[in-house]
């Protein structure tokens, strides 16, 4: 048993045309976000160090007599900032003003840590009115260390120390937050990146599923499943783009495959009716031709009586219309090419229509023909297939209009284009639209109980000939066109060419 067929993923194909350039979006995103973390960071800590900066340029001023409660004013134009940061002065007399909080064991520790880094580092308490920037480890934590040192106004000006310490960890939570933001937002444009490509590529995909569902729907239930209407309804279009193109190429093979499929099967059911068919007409062909030189000789014996003729006359005629039946047995199952002779149409199509006349009699049909006297007498044409095809079309004609009603065969000839045009017309019903463009096929019949062989052996006999035939039909009737080749035969103008030339 064959393997179930898989089911068609979704996404497949979008996530695949997406992945690629949501990697490249995101590489990309990532360097930048990385040079602009960067600079953001240096930013933020830029930020800190210029608010700091200008609280210390203000509590270094020289005209200010500092407490302890002023600077802790000052600290606060910081902003958000200022209560995390310190001032400390240092006097050269000894005195010592701070922000930090009294009675604090941490407080007194880090002080301590403070004068001892100065003491260890000289270029703390350097003669330099601009501020400096430092990094120290005070008491086991990092702290950004902004320090100058300037002289107060007065008759004897005191040297004094400034300091301000800032913990670099509340830098670094700056930072963090400042880096969880660009994260935050580097993700929310790669998730909107995502849907934004993805509902793209599903966009441009669609066709494709529809294809790749189509091929499925059809592989798993065969070429009797009809495709998806929006498959149906694609319209050449010039400037489409590749999957339209697809899209028209793929609806064509499978009207294509469909088809190569009835004809295959059309193949094989001509294939195995032909065998029948050759089986049967053996079987049928001989005893008949048994029964007419019977019947025949009974009828030269039997005088001339003339009811008893024309008995024997019905019989025959009759006998003749089932050897042409077993001859269109033989036709089909068994064609060979035409065996063309020199052909007089207008004459052959008068015979055809007396070989007819009691039949068409018995119908109360009426027969007419209209011949144009200009066509050739010498046509190369094969007699025994184009009585056959005449007689297919009387017939299909006859059994049209049942009783009452006029067949006129008409013939033409084009000179100009080398053509014989022949014309079978009825006074008939019309052929039923369902049936119409299925006439010539195979056992297609508009008559109750017909075989359908008459107007598909005409067609072959007509192609055979290089011909084509074609018809129109209306309430008012129906007319069957044949176009033949006005080729003819070289017996006519041979012994004028045999004949040597006098010099």
């Known amino acids: 048993m064959a393997d179930a067929a898989q089911p068609l993923r979704p996404f497949g194909l979008a996530i695949k045309i997406t992945l690629p350039f949501l990697a490249l979006f995101a590489l990309l995103l990532l360097a930048l976000g990385i040079l602009l973390a960067r600079e953001i960071l240096s930013e933020v800590e830029a930020q800190v160090e210029t608010r700091q900066r200008f609280v210390l340029e203000v509590c270094s001023f020289r005209g200010f007599a500092f407490e302890e409660d002023m600077l802790r004013e000052i600290r606060s134009m910081a902003g958000e900032g200022g209560a995390s940061s310190d001032i400390i002065i240092l006097e050269d007399g000894g005195r010592t003003l701070t922000t930090l909080p009294q009675d604090n064991p941490r407080s007194a520790a880090l002080l301590t840590s403070l004068k001892s880094e100065i003491q260890r580092t000289p270029a703390l308490t350097a003669d330099n009115t601009n501020i400096h920037r430092t990094r120290l480890t005070l008491d086991g934590s990092d ?57 793209i590529a599903h966009w441009i995909s669609r066709p494709v599923r529809r294809l790749a569902a189509a091929a499925q729907q059809i592989s798993t239930g065969g070429l009797s499943e009809s495709l998806d209407p929006a498959l149906l309804n694609v319209k050449p279009n010039p400037h489409g783009d590749e999957i339209h193109h697809l899209a028209l190429a793929f609806r064509s ?6 088809k190569s499929q009835g004809e295959l099967l059309k193949a094989e059911r001509l294939a195995a009716t032909g065998k029948l068919a050759a089986s049967v007409a053996h079987e049928i062909r001989n005893p008949l031709t048994s029964l007419r030189m019977t019947v025949e000789m009974l009828q030269q014996r039997q005088g001339n009586d003339a009811a008893t003729q024309e008995a024997y006359r019905i019989v025959l005629n009759e006998i003749d219309r089932l050897a042409l039946a077993v001859e269109e047995l033989l036709t089909f199952a068994r064609p060979r090419p035409p065996q063309r002779q020199a052909t007089d149409l207008n004459q052959l199509i008068a015979d055809t229509l007396k070989f007819m006349d009691r039949q068409m009699a018995h119908a109360h049909v009426n027969a007419e023909s209209v011949f144009d006297a200009n066509l050739p007498k010498d046509l190369a044409l094969d007699p025994n297939k184009i009585r056959q095809l005449l007689v297919n079309l009387l017939l299909n004609a006859q059994q049209a209009i049942v009783r009452n009603g006029t067949i006129k065969v008409r013939t033409r000839w084009d000179a100009a284009a080398s053509r014989v045009a022949l014309a079978v017309e009825d006074t008939g019903p019309g052929i039923p639209p369902e049936v119409r463009e299925r006439v010539f096929e195979l056992f297609v019949s508009t008559k109750t109980g017909g075989g359908g062989l008459g107007l598909a052996i005409a067609k072959q006999i007509v192609e055979e000939h290089g011909g084509v035939i074609s018809f129109t039909t209306s309430e008012a009737g129906t007319t069957f066109n044949v176009e033949l080749p006005g080729q003819r035969m070289l017996s006519a103008i041979a012994p004028v060419l045999s004949t040597p030339s006098k010099a």
């Open 143 to 199: 702290w950004m260390v902004l320090y100058t040192s300037r002289s107060a106004r007065g008759v004897t000006p005191i040297k004094r120390h400034f300091y301000l310490l800032y913990p670099f960890a509340q830098i670094e939570q700056a930072k963090n937050s400042a880096l969880k933001r660009i994260i935050a937002l580097g993700g929310a444009g790669l998730f909107l990146a995502a849907a934004l490509g993805l509902g």
């Open 253 to 258: 093979m499978v009207e294509s495959l469909k």
